[in-house]
């Protein structure tokens, strides 16, 4: 993908996420496009890229959320490493693999979110969010992550490309 | 060939005879003529109906273009009336909507600025509105921000042009309340699933399901008795020093669009 367009769309991302995607949320829930994007970039442009790409743009959710600055940085960086790291066991993918990835990435991701939350402010039960939001989220996510890789990635014949590391050989 | 000019000229003469003279119409040229004029005459039909069919379907596919036109004509003077329509609707409902936040706006006794909601958090994990008011408006922070219906939230952050709002259905935040028919006090925090709950009412609080909550005024953000919500199940777990209660918040904080920010509470503008 070109550069420029991916800097277009992590920054359409933010107004996107904080208006449009309000018309499609279920009890107050919406898929986050900003872990999707994360996690797309780790996977197919290798675990650096993706680390790079949960910084900046986790500085970006963070100057719009009103959570404690630095916890989308935080949380955005590393599922942007984890999405990285199965990229090279992987040489085909599948809609129902991508799915599976980030439905599990999304789930980690909220229980990150929960321990810098309660490391930073507290006041929360891991249970009651476990259940209002980090699986409610990490369900859209894996539905909306379905359907950008059906309508986008896979039609636009995205290669992996690992600029940090050979894919394994098979034996 | 002097007899064959004889034979022609009885011909033409025999012919303008029987031409000149009626009586001689009426019979065998009539009777030789019945069959030519009928086969002639099929034919002159026939080619009538063609032509006429022709005429016809060429016609009908000249009106059927000219239909088409006009249908699509209609049809685009339809969509924008249809949009028209709209139009006027939202604008009738936005002007309702900002008639009540004028009509507040004028009787309240504490000073408000109009603000319009231009996005919200877009995390899941806080609730929050962005608001497209700041501090050169004289938005600041921990100012309160509600709507004819109620207590929306309070200003967390407050950058030039716009501002964020922390809505009282996120966790992290607290109202300083009241329960109009007790007068219990009690402090209204955000619940995980976007309702709200008030708590430390007092153990001897007679507070029930049905209740208003309204703010008491005792924090800086609010001026006192602007409605929070309706009261649900109070309960009073174990060996809890204090009881608390559901509550369902008056503002519907999905539709929200226009919303007041009190700016001072003493009335001064």
């Not at chain 2, 009412?201 to 909550?213: F, I, K, P, V």
């Amino acid at each position: 993908m070109n550069r420029w367009t991916y800097v277009i769309i992590v920054l359409l991302l933010v107004p996107v996420q904080t208006t449009w995607l309000n018309g499609i949320s279920l009890h107050a829930v919406k898929p986050d496009l900003a872990l999707l994007l994360v996690y797309f970039t780790g996977f197919y442009a290798g675990k650096m890229n993706g680390l790079l790409a949960g910084w900046g743009v986790g500085a970006l959710m963070d100057l719009f959320s009103g959570g404690p600055f630095g916890l989308k940085i935080a949380t955005l960086a590393v599922a942007g490493l984890l999405s990285g790291l199965p990229a090279r066991f992987f040489l085909d993918m599948t809609a129902t693999l991508t799915m599976g990835m980030i439905f599990l990435l999304s789930a980690l991701n909220g229980i990150l979110v929960f321990f810098f939350h309660q490391w930073a402010l507290g006041g929360i039960e891991l249970t009651e969010v476990f259940r209002w939001t980090i699986l409610p989220e990490a369900l859209y996510n894996m539905v909306a992550g379905g359907i950008v890789f059906r309508a986008g990635v896979s039609r636009l014949n995205i290669k992996k490309s690992w600029p940090d590391e050979a894919p394994l050989r098979p034996l | 060939m002097n007899y064959r000019r004889f034979i022609v000229l009885f011909l033409v003469v025999l012919l303008v005879t029987m031409l000149l003279f009626p009586e001689l119409q009426k019979r065998p040229i009539h009777f030789l003529g019945r069959p030519v004029v009928f086969v002639i005459s099929g034919l002159q039909k026939g080619l009538t109906w063609i032509g006429g069919g022709f005429g016809n379907t060429w016609k009908g596919y000249i009106n059927l273009v000219s239909v088409r036109h006009e249908n699509e004509r209609l049809k685009q003077d339809l969509a924008r009336l249809q949009n028209e329509t709209i139009r006027l609707q939202e604008a009738a409902q936005a002007h309702e909507r900002l008639q009540e936040l004028l009509d507040l706006k004028k009787t309240a006794a504490y000073s408000l600025l109009a603000a319009t909601v231009i996005g919200r958090d877009p995390s899941n994990w806080y609730r929050t509105l962005m608001i497209n008011k700041g501090s050169r408006d004289g938005v600041a922070v921990d100012m309160g921000v509600m709507t004819p219906a109620g207590v929306v939230g309070r200003v967390i952050k407050a950058e030039t042009a716009v501002s964020q709002v922390l809505l009282i259905t996120d966790r992290n935040s607290t109202v300083a309340a009241l329960i109009q028919r007790t007068r219990d006090e009690g402090l209204v925090e955000g619940t995980e699933n976007g309702l709200a709950r008030i708590k430390y009412l007092s153990l001897r609080a007679d507070a029930a399901e049905g209740d208003l909550a309204l703010t008491s005024g005792l924090t800086g953000s609010f001026p006192k008795g602007i409605p929070i919500g309706t009261l649900g199940r109070v309960t009073k777990k174990g060996l809890d020093l204090f009881k608390q209660a559901e509550l369902t918040p008056h503002v519907d904080f999905s539709k929200i669009e226009e919303v007041l920010v009190v700016t001072s509470l003493d009335g001064q503008k």
